[in-house]
């Protein structure tokens, strides 16, 4: 069974940055797309972040020029550096495959934005 485990996040000031973490056991990451998704309180859960099996990069409009997903094959983890961090950013953000996120959902990990 796939195990999706989320590291991280943190309370940071608007203009901060963090970097996510998700340790993937139970299947190869290099095997397919992996996603970093993100849900704000009373808000749907959307994708903000791919990395394609072949490495290739996508991001939400939202996001784009601040967030960058990368991946450690050997490692078998995925990583979401975020950058210059607005208070809308603030939601629990969780990896899972993408597009589909047809893994079990892990925990998350709350990221903060706020003075």
Known sequence: ???LVESGG???????????????????IS???MGWYRQAPGKQ????A???RGGITNYADSVKGRFTISRDIARNTVYLQMNSLKPEDTAVYYCNAAPTGY???GQ????????
């Open 10 to 28: 943190g309370l940071v000031q608007p203009g901060g940055s963090l970097r996510l973490s998700c340790a993937v056991s139970g299947s190869m």
């Open 103 to 105: 893994y079990r959902w």
């Open 31 to 33: 095997a397919g797309g």
């Open 1 to 3: 069974q796939v195990q």
């Open 108 to 115: 998350g990990t709350q990221v903060t934005v706020s003075s």
């Open 45 to 48: 859960r959307e994708l903000v």
């Open 50 to 52: 791919v990395i394609t």
